[in-house]
């Protein structure tokens, strides 16, 4: 007698998850909801439901692999992580702490699949929980900390840049002034926004080509900081050029978008390129090791 189960999961596994899912939905659905018209909806934390998506599209992809492992429940830590997010959702929805309530989400997850699944399945969705990591929003204290530094690190790479060219350009600490223009770099342009979202596209990418070399994977990893530095400075300088030869209103309408897209495209090249760097040097060391 075949089992109107889905195949991806044990028949018994998947009628335990429909009130586990449900009361999932429960609880997230509202923050989710408040999420979507609030930190998500600025352009400093837009990314979140990119990640979002992007988390689920790989539990989804891991289903095979998820199937064909053995189901052997971890109770004990399963339990406990479950218990812990319980407690941080508790906290963060009654405080309005973002961090405690929407940092639960991949704790609760990995507790249940501990729970009913184990410890093999867990493994199989690590790159998804890491996502999930990844959409939580981070205090405001600490995303300005680490955003200033950024900005004028970026602010002033692209007014050297333009400088070296021949543009008329000065600065003045994240205020660029380009011919009769001012711009003023802002954090969607040099922020947390940017790395976070090129560190998903970056891991994303690794996933997808499913590189075996850990050293490969940790290194592109890493190299992502740099290339989001380096795609803000091309992106700021876009907006600058643009201002200067077309207006402020064409600098701050259409093509300020289009900005965004050079960045992103600009960021997918260097990924790519240096992942290429990556295993050219890989199969020469490996020619001249044989």
Known sequence: MNSLAPRWLPAPAVLACWPLALGFAALYLPSLWDLMHGIWATDQQG???LVMVLAIWLIWRQRDAIRALPVRPSPLSGWTLVV???CMYALGR???????EVG???VLVSGLTLLM???AQWRAMA???LFMCLMVPLPGAVVDALTQPMKMAVSFAAEHLLYWVGYPISRTGVMITIGPYQLLVADACAGLHTLFTLEAM???YLNVVRVSSVFRN??????IVPISFCANVIRVAVLSLITYHFGDAAGQGFLHGFAGMVLFLTALLLIVSADGLLRSGHRLVRTERA
Not at 94 to 100: A, K, T, V
């Open 104 to 106: 639960s989400a991949p």
């Open 202 to 204: 970056g891991l994303l």
């Open 47 to 49: 990314y979140g439901p």
């Open 218 to 223: 940790v290194t592109l990893a890493i190299l």
């Open 94 to 100: 009654s405080q309005g702490i973002l961090l405690f």
């Open 84 to 86: 812990v997010s319980t």
């Open 117 to 119: 699944l184990g410890t």
């Open 127 to 129: 790159l998804a929980m």
